[in-house]
Structure formats: structure tokens, C-alpha cells
């Protein structure tokens, strides 16, 4: 079941050391900024508490992950000033992610879209299932994946994401996103994901926490210049979002 709140939802369970943080949004769990600022907050208060040792991150539902950043919101955006504000909203959430003193672990259960595969790269280690495809359709709108290209290349690597980006029309299934190293393991259905996530997110959290956190540093390291670029990439999508060929592309896609 999918949350019907315009702004989302977003909870989080905490048990036995392990903190499980849980979107939503009716749009196919897509996420306006109020939304990507809750999430920011969420993962930066949690980085500091002393009684979780690792967070499962997870969406509502059994379709769609994560379709990306709000598509009215993206329609809405009217100056440079908001662009911005708006592509850094992801900025924020895959920086909060990177500098979390946790170890995060992705629950895919279905299709992710631009922002729902950032999501998914910010991640330390993701499991899915088979219904959990992959698409870049920023150029079909006429901008691009910048803001979460570098998870994303961190993850996959030059050529997997060249082909991702440019094949803006075409989905990656979850065993091409396995072989290219984006998710860790890929089951049949939900249940045996949710049975192995639990397992895994079990032992993780029996482990020294302070290793874990050691751990989650060596992970990210050489990204510390991440939370200028992301923003710069932010300015980048912003400006091209009032393009006239992306105002046009957009006028298509909402007459759809």
C-alpha cells in the first residue's frame, strides 16, 4: 500500500540496532522536495544515534522504487533560483547518505527512474528483485543524470553509465544492474528479498559499530569535493531546465 499524502511519507522504525527508513509518495514514490528534505534530515539525525548500526532504506509498495524527483515540481520551476534549489534537493540526500556514519542498505523491489537510481547508488550495498529495471531518462526532457552522476559512476563504472545515460528510452533490468554492480543480489520476489535484506541488515548490526562506521569511511573516500559538486551539477540541470527545448519537451510530457 502506497501513501496518498501529496508530500509524502516518510517513517522510521528503529529495532534491535537497526533503523529501517521507509518513503512514499502516490506518484510511484516519487519525491517532491519537501519530501528529499525530510529524507536529508532523517539520515544525518540517525548518523548520530548511538543505537542504530546500520539503516535499511526502503519504499511503499510493491511496484515502482522510486520514480525520481517530482515531475509537477520539475514543470513548476520557473527561474534559475528554483532550478537550482530543485536538482539539490537529490544533491543533498546522496550527500547526507555518503557522510552518514552508517552503513545503508538499499531495498529495491521495483523499477527506479533519474533520482530512484542516484537513491539506489547512494547506497552501500542494494538487493532487489528481478522487477527492479533501471532507466536514465533525463535526456529525453532535455537535461541530464549530473547531480547523481558521480553515485552513480562510483557504482558502475564510465561505460555502464555512458550506456545507461545515452539510451535514455530503454530499461536495465535488475541482472544488468547486478553485472554492472549497482545491486549486490537480485531474488525471484519481494518476500525472498525482504527475507535476505532482514538477514543481512541481522549480522550487520552484530558487527563492532565502530568498524562499521571505519568501514563506511574507507567506502566513500575521495569524495569529500562531493558536496561542492553536487551543487554545481545542481546550477548545471537548473540552467538547462529553462532551456526552451526542455520547456517544450515538458508541455509534451504533461499533455500525456
Known amino acids: ?87 539539490a534537493g537529490f544533491a543533498n540526500v546522496i550527500n547526507a ?58 557504482k558502475i563504472g564510465l561505460a555502464a553509465l555512458s550506456e545507461l545515460t545515452l539510451e535514455a528510452t530503454a530499461w536495465k533490468n535488475g541482472y544488468w544492474a547486478k553485472e554492472k554492480g549497482l545491486y549486490a543480489r537480485v531474488f525471484e520476489t519481494i518476500k525472498e528479498l525482504d527475507e535476505e535484506v532482514a538477514i543481512l541488515a541481522s549480522k550487520l548490526a552484530s558487527y563492532n559499530p565502530s568498524a562499521l562506521t571505519e568501514m563506511k569511511k574507507v567506502l566513500w573516500e575521495n569524495t569529500e569535493h562531493w558536496d561542492q559538486l553536487l551543487l554545481e551539477r545542481a546550477k548545471i540541470s537548473g540552467e538547462l531546465v529553462l532551456s526552451e527545448f526542455t520547456k517544450k519537451a515538458l508541455a509534451k510530457f504533461s499533455k500525456k
Not at 526502503?58 to 520539475?74: Q, R, W
Not at 545503508?104 to 538487493?127: H, M, N, P, S
Open 1 to 87: 500500500m502506497t501513501t496518498s499524502r501529496l508530500n509524502g511519507s516518510l517513517y522510521t522504525n528503529i529495532q534491535s540496532n537497526i533503523a529501517t527508513i521507509e518513503f512514499g509518495h502516490p506518484a510511484s514514490n516519487s519525491f517532491p522536495s519537501e519530501l528529499l528534505g525530510r529524507l536529508t534530515k532523517e539520515f544525518n539525525l540517525i548518523s548520530k544515534k548511538d543505537t542504530v548500526s546500520v539503516i535499511v532504506l526502503k519504499s511503499e509498495g510493491e511496484k515502482a522504487f522510486c520514480a525520481g524527483a517530482s515531475f509537477d515540481e520539475l514543470v513548476a520551476v520557473s527561474n534559475l533560483e528554483e532550478g537550482k534549489q530543485f536538482f
Open 97 to 154: 547518505m555518503r557522510t552518514c556514519g552508517k552503513i545503508i542498505v538499499g531495498r529495491v523491489q521495483g523499477k527506479a527512474v533519474g533520482g530512484g537510481v542516484g537513491l539506489a547508488a547512494a547506497c552501500d550495498y542494494v538487493l532487489a528483485t528481478e522487477q527492479a529495471a533501471i532507466k536514465l531518462s533525463e535526456f529525453t526532457i532535455g537535461i541530464g543524470p549530473f547531480v547523481i552522476e558521480p553515485a552513480v559512476k562510483r
